[in-house]
């Protein structure tokens, strides 16, 4: 019979698979695993197959300086973390011109380990250091967005993880050096672990301007638009240079390029919003996000400063409604921001409950949706 030439390479990884177990002893009692892939310079990385009884499951478990992980489909696809830095670092070795370096700055809080330009996992009772992580890349020039003299560097992250908590992603981030505050916008753009990758609608921006003192209403709402236009702009970009990855075969050079030329624009766009940020008081609108959101209350919620959140309380009960006051009527959304991103990066919540809560921040001041 000929062999069809059609075949995907998915096929042919699985045909070539059927060889390389061939005489494996498989236990016909408990459980049993045969090599699927291996990683040995990325920590031991390892992909088994998973059988049981002398069964195959249609499972498959990861393993990382020698421990368990966690198991997958048969659909997914390691890519290990190591492999991402490699090729990203490859690509901007390749592409000077973008000016991104590797950005060693110490990074506060007990959220992470960090080794050089890169910030990892915590190890845990239930895996290895380092199973999911982000590698950071800086542009050379600070910025001073709001005037304040209180300087930030943006750049770039690649993360990515080998534990499903988290895809493949190229986002950007900032650093303020005064305060050591970082925030991971990882709402940006994401390659899911198990499907394609999505690139999230970027700054649908609908704030209530009641009540801000020293901006004419009209040439704000215009400054605005404007900068919703810009934006959206941007996200049809982004779209336009989309498509479809699995998690993961090879990830290549040219897929990386095609994620960071959109990713770069988008970066260029943060100080705009940031101004703007700066140029809006807390409305009651903006405190009730706050005070509605999953963003945790130990941590954040409950020390921040200009502004009480508060439970609702009829007959000595908590209703389940969160109620706020404000208390410095002149602090303006930046600030919140700031004091927000700054109790989530010295905080002792896991890495990727962080990178979760920095998103919801995001949303809340729809910095991105």
Same mark, same amino acid.
């Given at each position: 019979?000929?062999?069809?030439?059609?075949?995907?390479?998915?096929?042919?990884?699985?045909?070539?698979?059927?060889?390389?177990?061939?005489?494996?002893?498989?236990?016909?009692?408990?459980?049993?695993?045969?090599?699927?892939?291996?990683?040995?310079?990325?920590?031991?990385?390892?992909?088994?197959?998973?059988?049981?009884?002398?069964?195959?499951? #249609?499972?498959?478990? /990861?393993? %990382?300086?020698? @421990?368990?992980? =966690?198991?997958? *489909?048969?659909?997914?696809?390691?890519?290990?973390?190591?492999?991402?830095?490699?090729?990203?670092?490859?690509?901007?070795?390749?592409?000077?011109?973008?000016?991104?370096?590797?950005?060693?700055?110490?990074?506060?809080?007990?959220?992470?380990?960090?080794?050089?330009?890169?910030?990892?996992?915590?190890?845990?009772?239930?895996?290895?250091?380092?199973?999911?992580?982000?590698?950071?890349?800086?542009?050379?020039?600070?910025?001073?967005?709001?005037?304040?003299?209180?300087?930030?560097?943006?750049?770039?992250?690649?993360?990515?993880?080998?534990?499903?908590?988290? #895809?493949?992603?190229? /986002?950007? %981030?900032?650093? @303020?050096?005064? =305060?050591?505050? *970082?925030?991971?916008?990882?709402?940006?753009?994401?390659?899911?672990?198990?499907?394609?990758?999505?690139?999230?609608?970027?700054?649908?921006?609908?704030?209530?301007?009641?009540?801000?003192?020293?901006?004419?209403?009209?040439?704000?709402?215009?400054?605005?638009?404007?900068?919703?236009?810009?934006?959206?702009?941007?996200?049809?970009?982004?779209?336009?240079?989309?498509?479809?990855?699995?998690?993961?075969?090879?990830?290549?050079?040219?897929?990386?390029?095609?994620?960071?030329?959109?990713?770069?624009?988008?970066?260029?766009?943060?100080?705009?919003?940031?101004?703007?940020?700066?140029?809006?008081?807390?409305?009651?609108?903006?405190?009730?996000?706050?005070?509605?959101?999953?963003?945790?209350?130990?941590?954040?919620?409950?020390?921040?400063?200009?502004?009480?959140?508060?439970?609702?309380?009829?007959?000595?009960?908590?209703?389940?409604?969160?109620?706020?006051?404000?208390?410095?009527?002149?602090?303006?959304?930046?600030?919140?921001?700031?004091?927000?991103?700054?109790?989530?990066?010295?905080?002792?919540?896991?890495?990727?409950?962080?990178?979760?809560?920095?998103?919801?921040?995001?949303?809340?001041?729809?910095?991105?949706?």
């Amino acid at each position: 019979m000929e062999s069809n030439n059609n075949t995907t390479e998915r096929d042919q990884e699985v045909f070539k698979d059927s060889f390389k177990n061939a005489r494996n002893t498989i236990p016909d009692r408990g459980f049993s695993t045969t090599i699927y892939k291996e990683f040995p310079d990325c920590h031991g990385l390892a992909h088994h197959n998973l059988w049981f009884n002398g069964r195959d499951t #249609g499972k498959r478990l /990861i393993e %990382y300086k020698d @421990r368990f992980v =966690c198991t997958t *489909s048969r659909q997914y696809e390691v890519l290990p973390n190591e492999k991402v830095v490699e090729i990203m670092e490859e690509v901007l070795m390749d592409n000077p011109s973008w000016g991104l370096t590797p950005d060693q700055t110490h990074s506060e809080g007990n959220w992470h380990v960090r080794d050089g330009n890169v910030v990892m996992s915590n190890e845990s009772k239930f895996s290895p250091t380092g199973t999911s992580m982000m590698a950071r890349y800086r542009f050379a020039d600070n910025i001073d967005p709001t005037g304040d003299g209180r300087e930030l560097h943006l750049g770039l992250c690649v993360g990515n993880s080998i534990d499903l908590t988290r #895809g493949f992603s190229i /986002i950007p %981030y900032h650093y @303020r050096s005064g =305060c050591m505050n *970082s925030m991971y916008h990882v709402r940006a753009a994401s390659l899911h672990e198990e499907g394609t990758i999505t690139w999230n609608k970027v700054g649908d921006v609908n704030h209530d301007y009641s009540g801000v003192k020293g901006i004419d209403l009209e040439v704000g709402a215009q400054n605005l638009q404007d900068q919703i236009d810009d934006l959206q702009n941007t996200a049809e970009q982004i779209k336009r240079n989309y498509r479809s990855v699995r998690h993961t075969k090879e990830m290549d050079k040219d897929f990386i390029v095609e994620q960071i030329k959109p990713a770069i624009e988008v970066v260029n766009t943060l100080g705009q919003r940031y101004k703007e940020l700066s140029q809006l008081k807390i409305s009651d609108i903006m405190a009730q996000r706050i005070a509605d959101s999953t963003l945790p209350k130990s941590v954040v919620l409950d020390d921040l400063e200009g502004i009480n959140i508060y439970p609702e309380m009829k007959d000595k009960e908590p209703t389940g409604r969160m109620l706020f006051d404000i208390t410095d009527k002149d602090m303006t959304n930046w600030e919140l921001y700031n004091q927000v991103t700054d109790k989530l990066s010295h905080g002792n919540l896991n890495f990727n409950s962080t990178l979760k809560h920095m998103g919801t921040l995001d949303t809340i001041f729809q910095v991105w949706n």
